[in-house]
C-alpha cells in the first residue's frame, strides 16, 4: 500500500544514534569542507544492492531539489525528495518492489529537463521495469511502461544520462555476463518519447560483452570507455577501450577523431590501455572528462609481477593515452569467480575541477586497509600526480561503494554521496545485517 510520510531530521538531535559517526559535524545547513550526513530512513542491508556503484543514479539534483532512492528491508522501492540547504526529507514509498537478493537488481533515476523523474529498477537479465512520475517534482509514479518495445526482455544494468538541452539518454545490455550487446535510447522532453538511438553499440559478437562506463562533459560530448569480458568469470576482464560521440550518441569517433563503423567489436575498438586478462581489473567504474574534452578513468588492477591491485587513472593528455597509480595498498585478492564478488575494496568513482590551468582530482573509494571507511584520495594537479588520502567517515561502511550526485557536482563543486552501511556475501550471497541508515553525506572539497 502506498503511504507517505514526511521525516523531519535535526542533525543535532540525532548524533548520538545516528550510525554514521563524522570526525567533525558542521551545524551549517549547506554543504561545507566538513563532512555532514542528512539521514533519509532505513534501508536493506544485507547486500550491497542500494550502494552499487553502477547506479546512474543513486540520488540526483533538479533546480533545488534533491532526490534519492533505495530499497527498504520489505524489498519496496522508495523515493525521497528534499529541498536543498534543508535536512527535512519527503518519503514515499512506491507500489513496486525488486529482487532485493540480487545485488545487480538496483534502482536507477534521473529527472528530465521538465522535472519529470524516470525510474528503472530490479534487472539482471530480466525485462524493462520502467516508470516515470505523474508530474514535474512529484513522488507517484505511473504504471510500468515500455520504452521502444524491442529488446527488452533480457535487460541489465540500467543507466540513465542527463544531456545539456533537457533529454535523456538510457543505457542497458542485452544478453548475458560474457554474451551481450550495449542498447542506447534517447529520451525527447518535448515529444516525451523513447527511441533507440543505438542497437548494440558495442556487440560481443556472441564471444563477449562490454561492462562500461559514460559521462556527458559540458559540451555535450558523450564518453565512453569499457572492458571486456570473456566469460561470466570476473577474472576474465581485460583492457580499456573508449569512444566518444558530439551528436547525443548517433555517430562515434575514436580520441584521434577517426570515425567507428558500428557495431564496435574487439578488433576495431581503441584500447586506451592494453590489460591482460587475469590481472584482476574490475568492470563497471566511473569516468569524467574536463573543460577541454579529454577523458579521465578511474580503474583498479595488479601489475605484472605482483597480485596486488591498485586504484589508477587512466586519462588523455590531449596527445597520448597515460595511466597513473594512485594507491599504495598492501593487501592482495583475486576476482575469480561469477556474480558479485565480496571485494575489500570498493570500485571507484572519479570526480574533477578546473583551478586555473591545472585539474584537481578526487578519487572516492573504501578500502579494509582504511577500516572499510569512506575514503577520498586527493590530486591537487593530475599532470603532476600526487596523492593524498583522507577519510570522510570514522566507521565502517560495509561493502559499501561510492555513488554521487553528478548534477550537483557540476553546478556547484559540493559532493554529495549516497551512503548506507551494507554486507555482501559471495556471488550473490547476503548477510545478517539488520536495516541500517542511507543518508546523503555532503562535502565540499576545499
Known amino acids: 500500500m502506498k503511504r507517505a510520510i514526511i521525516l523531519a531530521v535535526c542533525l543535532a538531535a540525532t548524533v548520538g544514534s545516528v550510525w554514521l559517526a563524522i570526525s567533525t559535524l558542521s551545524a551549517q545547513p549547506a554543504a561545507s569542507a566538513n563532512p ?4 533519509i530512513g532505513k534501508g536493506w542491508a544485507r547486500n550491497s544492492i542500494n550502494t552499487v556503484i553502477f547506479r546512474r543514479n543513486s540520488i540526483t539534483t533538479h533546480g533545488n531539489v534533491q532526490y534519492a532512492a533505495f530499497y527498504d528491508d520489505q524489498s519496496n522501492v522508495v523515493l525521497a525528495k528534499r529541498k536543498l540547504g534543508t535536512d527535512r526529507w519527503q518519503v514515499y514509498q512506491t507500489p513496486y518492489q525488486g529482487n532485493t537478493k540480487d545485488a545487480h537488481n538496483s534502482i536507477s533515476i534521473a529527472v528530465d529537463g521538465d522535472g519529470f523523474l524516470h525510474m528503472a529498477w530490479n534487472h539482471h537479465n530480466t525485462p524493462l521495469q520502467y516508470c516515470r512520475s505523474t508530474s514535474p517534482g512529484s513522488l507517484e509514479l505511473t504504471q510500468k511502461m515500455p520504452m521502444t518495445g524491442v529488446k527488452e526482455n533480457r535487460m541489465t544494468y540500467p543507466e540513465f544520462y542527463n544531456l545539456p538541452n533537457g533529454n535523456l539518454l538510457f543505457l542497458y545490455r542485452d544478453g548475458a555476463s560474457g554474451n551481450g550487446d550495449l542498447m542506447m ?15 548494440g553499440l558495442i556487440s560481443g559478437e556472441g564471444a563477449r560483452n562490454a561492462y562500461w562506463q559514460m559521462t556527458v562533459d559540458v559540451k555535450g560530448t558523450i564518453h565512453l570507455s569499457w572492458v571486456w569480458r570473456e566469460s561470466p568469470d570476473v577474472a576474465s576482464n581485460h583492457d580499456m577501450c573508449y569512444a566518444k560521440s558530439t551528436d547525443s550518441g548517433k555517430t562515434w569517433r575514436k580520441s584521434s577523431g577517426e570515425q567507428y563503423q558500428l557495431p564496435i567489436t574487439a578488433k576495431s575498438a581503441e584500447y586506451a590501455w592494453r590489460i ?67 571485494i575489500p575494496i570498493s570500485r571507484p568513482q572519479i570526480v574533477i575541477a578546473s583551478d586555473g590551468a591545472k585539474v584537481k582530482g578526487w578519487l572516492i573509494f573504501r578500502d579494509v586497509e582504511r577500516g572499510d571507511r569512506v575514503s577520498v584520495a586527493v590530486c591537487s594537479d593530475l599532470k603532476s600526480g600526487g596523492w593524498l588520502i583522507q577519510d570522510l567517515t570514522d566507521i ?26 551494507v554486507g555482501q556475501g559471495e556471488a550473490e550471497g547476503i548477510e545478517n545485517l539488520p536495516p541500517q541508515e542511507v543518508s546523503v553525506l555532503e562535502w565540499r572539497p576545499k
Open 36 to 39: 555532514r550526513p542528512i539521514p
Open 185 to 199: 535510447n534517447h529520451y525527447d522532453v518535448r515529444a516525451k518519447k523513447w527511441t533507440r538511438v543505438q542497437d
Open 396 to 421: 565502517s561502511v560495509g561493502m559499501w561503494e561510492p555513488t554521487y550526485d553528478q548534477a550537483r557536482w557540476e553546478s556547484k563543486k559540493e559532493l554529495h554521496l549516497l551512503v548506507q552501511r
Open 276 to 342: 591482460p586478462p587475469g590481472s584482476e581489473l574490475i568492470n563497471q567504474t566511473s569516468m569524467c572528462a574536463d573543460a577541454d574534452g579529454r577523458a579521465y578513468i578511474a580503474t583498479y588492477w595488479r601489475a605484472e609481477g605482483t597480485n596486488i591491485p591498485q586504484y589508477r587513472l587512466i586519462y588523455h593528455d590531449g596527445r597520448q593515452w597515460k595511466v597513473a597509480q594512485i594507491s599504495q595498498r598492501t593487501t592482495p585478492f583475486s576476482l575469480s569467480g561469477q556474480g558479485t564478488r565480496r
